[in-house]
Each structure stands twice: as C-alpha cells, then as structure tokens.
C-alpha cells in the first residue's frame, strides 16, 4: 500500500493504491472511519495520476463520471451497494430506500446506509449522491456540508468557499 495527500475545494484528500497500483481508498480530511496511518502505507506522491487529474477535472466542472479502477475491499453487499451508487447521475440523488429496492432488497434501506458510511472510495464512488427518505442530508461520512458542496458543484450551483471554510467561520462567529 501507498498514499498521497492532494488539496481539494472540500479539503485534502488522502488516496490510497494497493501494490498493483490500483486506487482501494480516497478519503476526505477528518473521516468517519479513516484508518490509522499505518494502514496508509507509505507516501509516495507519485502514485494514482489518474485519479488526480480525474478529481482536478472534477472539480474544474470538466468531469462529471471518473474511469479509473478501483478496488474497494469490503462483503460482497457492500461491494454491491458501492457498485450501484456508481450508477447514479452527477447532480442526482437516490434515497437509502431506492437504492436497497434496486438492489432486490426492500427492506435493507439501514443495510445499505451501513454499507455507504463504509465506502472507502468517497467522490468517486459517489456516496454522496444518497440521501434520507425525506430527501434531507443525511448521513455521510465526510460531513453533510461536504455533501451538500458535492451536490451543489455537480449542480452547478456551488455557493461560494468551501465547506470547510463556511465551517470555520460560522464557528468563529464569521
């Protein structure tokens, strides 16, 4: 294993590659479950190039879908779970519910938020594109003003700064 550490609109970004090279992790700055750093493997700011330019076209607004391999590590349900919310348009959104229904699992909507909460590969695997059956915010690992950005920038109605930064000056008073 090998990690880099990029900068993005919604923070660094930690990118893991496993040793073919393959990209089995992309977490956000401050993530529910981001592993201890011995489980990073070393850094080599060389490693995923194409995952990179996919995020810096990405985020330019010139990228709505990523092609590069992933290699998520996880059940099979959650495998299954992440392979479906690749499925989901940019901008768009499905409910926990929706999706556990695609999946032939009606009643599997807390299963499949489970699975989401896990997904290692955020952004690219877009786990951001799920949201409470009412249609609220709810649930992301990386934070629900990092989702909220995401949407809005696949939206193209980003509000200004980051969320980070809206985040800071709004406990700063600001």
Known sequence: MKHRVIDSPVGPLTLVVDDAGVLCALYTDGQKYFPDAARLGERDDTVAPDAVAQLGEYFAGKRSEFDVEVAPRGTDFQKAVWAALQQIPAGGTLTYGDLAREL?????????????????????????????????????????????????????TVRRGSPDARARARSSGG
């Open 104 to 156: 032939g699992r009606p009643g599997a909507s807390r299963a499949v938020g489970a699975a989401t909460g896990r997904n290692p590969i955020s952004i690219i695997v877009p786990c951001h594109r799920l949201v409470g059956a009412s249609g609220a915010m709810t649930g992301y690992a990386g934070g629900v003003d990092r989702k909220r950005w995401l949407l809005d920038h696949e939206r193209g």
